[in-house]
């Protein structure tokens, strides 16, 4: 079984338009992230949530908006796609330990082009 | 704020040779510290982690030592085989649950 699942895998889409990116995993994390991996690999943490509850919000335009309808899920919409929002986009999900660290187990990752 | 330097890549290897990925830091407070690793097509993958000074994490033959007086976490293999072609992430948490991850290095060992 899948820890981390996303869809679509691939998504290429016009500038302008609205598309979703979905999320689940089935660890039964209480956390879960949405990471954007530019052209050149660097990676970066958009938002978090844990328990449903958003407590990560980087720099990130407002044509972003995460969704989690419960803690196995973290959906992200996109508004009025642009080109420079073409990417890879990591769904991860961790739980928190008491030693302070936690491990993120990340999907496969979805391919982003915005034409 | 926190951030993770990382070797440029790509770093070209024969089978067997011996690997180093140099990794420093700046953090506040006392990061844990990781490595993942990316195959080719596939999402990251904890390699090994580190979660305070001169703790030593290792895996699949990799190594590298929590160094807090040179804030650095370097990745080291003796001897590399073609299937550690990928691309290594050095990362850290400062406890905000949410990782700080390095540009990444591209490993390509050629046999």
């Known amino acids: 079984d899948t820890a981390v699942s996303q869809t679509p895998k691939y998504l290429v889409t016009q500038m302008g338009n609205d598309k979703s990116i979905k999320c689940e995993q089935n660890?039964?994390?209480?956390?879960m992230y949405w990471y954007k991996q530019d052209s050149k690999k660097f990676l970066k943490i958009m938002f978090s949530y844990n328990n449903k509850e958003l407590i990560i919000n980087e720099t990130v335009p407002n044509r972003f908006s995460p969704k989690s309808p419960d803690k196995a899920h973290l959906n992200l919409h996109i508004n009025s796609l642009e080109l420079g929002d073409s990417a890879v986009y990591f769904c991860?999900?961790?739980?928190?330990?008491?030693?302070?660290?936690?491990?993120?187990?990340f999907g496969q990752g979805t391919r982003l082009t915005v034409v | 704020g926190n951030s993770v330097t990382q070797m440029e890549g790509p770093v070209t290897l024969s089978e067997e040779a011996f690997l180093t990925i140099n990794c420093t830091y700046t953090a506040t407070g006392y990061p844990s510290l990781f490595w993942y690793v990316q195959y080719p097509g596939e999402g990251l993958q904890l390699l090994l982690k580190?979660?305070?000074?001169?703790d030593k994490g290792s895996n699949k033959g990799f190594e590298a030592t929590y160094r807090k007086e040179t804030t650095s976490f370097h990745l080291e293999k003796g001897s590399v085989q073609v299937s550690d072609s990928a691309v290594y992430f050095c990362?850290?948490?400062?406890?905000?649950?949410?990782?700080?991850f390095g540009s990444g290095t591209r490993l390509q060992v050629q046999p």
């Open positions: 990362a850290l948490d400062t406890g905000r649950r949410a990782l700080t």
């Open positions: 991860a999900s961790s739980q928190p330990t008491g030693t302070g660290w936690t491990e993120a187990f």
């Open positions: 580190a979660t305070k000074a001169d």
């Open positions: 660890l039964g994390h209480d956390t």
